[in-house]
Nanobody, 118 residues
Framework: QVQLVESGGGLVQPGGSLRLSCAAS????????MGWYRQVPGKQRELVAT???????NYADSVKGRFTISRDNAKNTVDLQMNNLKPEDTAVYYC????????????WGQGTQVTVSS
């Protein structure tokens, strides 16, 4: 069973920065896409950013220019650098990885809280 372990959440003031990291429990196979989603109470989980195995990236409009996703295929890790954070970025952030072949399916981390507040 593949597990995703996240780290790096916390409390930050508006305009500040945080870096989220996610590592898969195995490096024996490659995921198609790895990325980050977020969710606030009462709302659906939404995409923040994804990175394909070939280097392509995709961002939600609300984070373009502020967040940067990076991925290490060899280590099966994905990071999210978040700059110029806003109160509306407050959410639980989840790491996601899409498996292939015998590991096909969506894998999720346990979630890490990001709170942007003065």
């Amino acid at each position: 069973q593949v597990q995703l372990v996240e780290s790096g959440g916390g409390l930050v003031q508006p305009g500040g920065s945080l870096r989220l990291s996610c590592a898969a429990s195995t490096s024996r196979f490659r995921f198609n896409a790895m990325g980050w989603y977020r969710q606030v109470p009462g709302k659906q989980r939404e995409l923040v950013a994804t990175a394909g195995s070939g280097g392509s990236t995709n961002y939600a409009d609300s984070v373009k220019g502020r967040f940067t996703i990076s991925r290490d295929n060899a280590k099966n890790t994905v990071d999210l650098q978040m700059n110029n954070l806003k109160p509306e970025d407050t959410a639980v952030y989840y790491c996601n990885a899409k498996g292939t072949g015998s590991y096909a399916g969506d894998y999720w981390g346990q979630g890490t809280q990001v709170t942007v507040s003065s």
